[in-house]
Nanobody, 123 residues
Framework: QVQLVESGGGLVQAGGSLRLSCATS????????TGWFRQAPEKEREFVAA????????YYADSVKGRFTISRDNTKNTVYLQMNSLKPEDTAVYYC????????????????WGQGTQVTVSS
């Protein structure tokens, strides 16, 4: 099992930037892929970005491609989501999660989840 704790959310104006962090513990960090998902009010949770355990493979949702960057620091057991050019439609609770079977955008493949961090983008 993996424990994940997100941080870095907050209120930002449109066009601004935030960097989310996901600190992990438990299972060996190098043994699972990590993804970021988000859920806006009254909407389903959706995929944002994912990174393989090696860090060499990354996936992004089309809606964030070119604006968000996922990365991981294996020395700190931490995954990051750098979010630039933020838009009001990026407002949501952002969750990080661990997938033991390899990097994927499929929500059901992620077994362990953090508690989420709120990101609010004002217009």
């Amino acid at each position: 099992q993996v424990q994940l704790v997100e941080s870095g959310g907050g209120l930002v104006q449109a066009g601004g930037s935030l960097r989310l962090s996901c600190a992990t513990s438990g299972r060996a960090f190098s043994s699972y892929a990590t993804g970021w998902f988000r859920q806006a009010p009254e909407k389903e949770r959706e995929f944002v970005a994912a990174i393989s355990f090696s860090g060499r493979t990354t996936y992004y949702a089309d809606s964030v491609k070119g604006r968000f960057t996922i990365s991981r620091d294996n020395t700190k057991n931490t995954v990051y989501l750098q979010m630039n050019s933020l838009k009001p439609e990026d407002t949501a609770v952002y969750y990080c999660a661990a997938a033991w079977g390899g990097v994927t955008s499929t929500l059901s493949s992620y077994r362990d989840w953090g508690q989420g961090t709120q990101v609010t983008v004002s217009s």
